[in-house]
């Protein structure tokens, strides 16, 4: 006869993974079970291997996203762009991304996820490998190129939240959401030559494709599921909120490491840049900066969520509310003190990054509750498209077009380089002031959305 410990569910094994505990509790005869390794093969370890798979993928992901930020100087010199053409690459980027998110999203409600999310991963490594050796006289080829970039990036962004959303369970998947977007920052850091990059996804737990006690295909058309979300409030107002976070975050990545550059020119503690190679360390420093903050803000919003949302059903949205007014703040005074002090304008740089990167995962994780399983995909494809259309698909232009338009005011100098971004950059503190609002208005709906949810 077996012993009582042989037919122990799984989901226990699991939880010790993620725990950190010996699997070995004692079984319900009051037998205790020895504490064994779980097989190489079972459910528990699958799991965490796919979740490893996933946070690689979005490791490269967002290296791609934010290759050419990094370079940005040489970029400019390379092709002679001024700051409107150069963030015209980055919203490029952009709006093919949300454009096709939700055409991922339909799909992945209705087809099988692991396919469609290699497929993408696939197309947007060649052409990021291709666009690696177009020549300076080929601009327009490469603003083509960050498109269709964009295009394989959508596969992804919209895919992978959901497959981590079947594996887990609420309690559990706060946890391994925080994982998988402390590589949102990780990403960030770049070097100018790109590599090929090719990846699949394979050996989930029940394909991926159902999660438990729901069927995956999609019963409703894809309207339907867009009037559905369209009447969960707390949807909207949290996706309106990650729109001001993507805002902020999308003008951040581009003009950062530019706005320190001509803030040290005023000051004279560089030199003009002159020579073909315009390197500079604003980009290291800001990249590292991104990293930490990226990491620690991160794990910080995942663990205050789990806390303390067992003492207040609202926490999550007043998590975020609280950090987007803080890093609106934050950013605002970093601005203000660029002209004099380099390093106390990085302090509060890491600041403001460091209470944007609180809300990743709370964000995604208010979605995968409020919204019933069949039109997650759906309903993250449509925050996609409704963050990056009016959040950072438009913002590096926008910042750019207005650096553009403040310069021609007056005679071309340092100074006056310096002044127009700087006004120009102002913009992303009164957006992330409005996000902090939306989620203000979030926890308003989000017990009673959370509600409905969960009916059958």
């Keep these: 006869m077996q012993p009582p410990c042989a037919?122990?569910?799984?989901?226990?094994?699991?939880?010790?993974?993620?725990?950190?505990?010996?699997?070995?509790?004692?079984?319900?005869?009051?037998?205790?079970?020895?504490?064994?390794?779980?097989?190489?093969?079972?459910?528990?370890?699958?799991?965490?291997?796919?979740?490893?798979?996933?946070?690689?993928?979005?490791?490269?992901?967002?290296?791609?996203?934010?290759?050419?930020?990094?370079?940005?100087l040489d970029i400019q010199k390379y092709f002679g762009l001024s700051d409107g053409k150069t963030g015209l690459l980055q919203t490029v980027f952009t709006l093919c991304y949300m454009l096709a998110a939700p055409i991922f999203g339909y799909l992945g409600d209705r087809y099988n996820r692991k396919v469609i999310?290699?497929?993408?991963?696939?197309?947007?490594?060649?052409?990021?490998?291709?666009?690696?050796?177009?020549?300076?006289?080929?601009?327009?080829?490469?603003?083509?190129?960050?498109?269709?970039?964009?295009?394989?990036?959508?596969?992804?962004?919209?895919?992978?939240?959901?497959?981590?959303?079947d594996l887990f369970e609420e309690g559990k998947r706060t946890t391994v959401l925080s994982i998988f977007y402390i590589f949102i920052p990780v990403?960030?850091?770049?070097?100018?030559?790109?590599?090929?990059r090719a990846l699949s996804i394979s050996g989930t737990r029940r394909g991926a494709d159902e999660t438990p006690g729901v069927p995956r295909t999609a019963k409703t058309t894809w309207c339907q599921d867009?009037?559905?979300?369209?009447?969960?409030?707390?949807?909207?107002?949290?996706?309106?909120?990650?729109?001001?976070?993507?805002?902020?975050?999308?003008?951040?990545?581009?003009?950062?490491?530019?706005?320190?550059?001509?803030?040290?020119?005023v000051q004279g503690i560089v030199p003009p840049c002159l020579q073909e190679s315009c390197n500079s360390s604003n980009s290291l420093i800001f990249g590292g900066i991104?990293?930490?903050?990226?990491?620690?803000?991160?794990?910080?919003?995942?663990?205050?969520?789990?806390?303390?949302?067992?003492?207040?059903?609202?926490?999550?949205?007043?998590?975020?509310?609280?950090?987007?007014?803080?890093?609106?703040?934050?950013?605002?005074?970093?601005?203000m003190v660029a002209q004099t002090s380099i390093l106390s304008t990085f302090i509060f740089i890491a600041f403001g990054e460091l209470f944007l990167s609180v809300n990743w995962a709370v964000v995604t994780d208010i979605l995968l509750y409020v919204v019933t399983p069949r039109r997650q995909s759906t309903a993250i494809a449509l925050q996609i498209l409704l963050s990056h259309l009016l959040g950072d698909a438009g913002s590096p232009y926008l910042?750019?077009?207005?650096?553009?338009?403040?310069?021609?005011r007056g005679a071309p100098s340092f100074q006056s380089s310096f002044r127009s971004i700087q006004s120009s950059f102002a913009i992303c503190a009164f957006v992330g002031a409005f996000g902090g609002a939306f989620f203000l208005l979030t926890s308003l709906y989000i017990e009673g959305d959370r509600r409905e949810a969960e009916r059958p």
């Design 187 to 196: 990403g960030r850091i770049q070097r100018r030559t790109a590599r090929h």
């Design 290 to 335: 991104t990293v930490g903050t990226g990491i620690v803000g991160v794990v910080a919003g995942a663990e205050a969520a789990r806390r303390l949302r067992k003492m207040y059903n609202k926490a999550d949205p007043l998590i975020c509310a609280t950090s987007m007014f803080s890093s609106a703040l934050c950013l605002y005074t970093a601005l």
């Design 226 to 265: 867009v009037g559905s979300l369209a009447k969960n409030c707390s949807f909207v107002w949290s996706s309106l909120g990650l729109t001001a976070m993507a805002f902020v975050t999308g003008a951040l990545g581009m003009w950062v490491p530019l706005f320190l550059y001509r803030a040290q020119l």
């Design 117 to 165: 999310l290699g497929a993408g991963i696939l197309f947007w490594s060649g052409v990021t490998l291709g666009s690696s050796f177009i020549t300076e006289s080929y601009y327009r080829i490469f603003v083509l190129s960050r498109g269709l970039v964009g295009i394989g990036t959508a596969s992804y962004s919209t895919i992978a939240p959901t497959i981590i959303a």
């Design 7 to 72: 037919h122990e569910d799984t989901g226990l094994q699991l939880q010790a993974l993620l725990e950190g505990q010996n699997y070995g509790a004692a079984a319900g005869d009051g037998t205790r079970c020895p504490a064994v390794p779980a097989p190489r093969n079972s459910p528990a370890v699958r799991d965490c291997l796919a979740v490893a798979v996933l946070c690689f993928g979005n490791l490269i992901n967002f290296m791609d996203w934010f290759i050419v930020p990094g370079i940005l």
């Design 399 to 408: 910042i750019g077009a207005i650096s553009n338009a403040l310069q021609a």
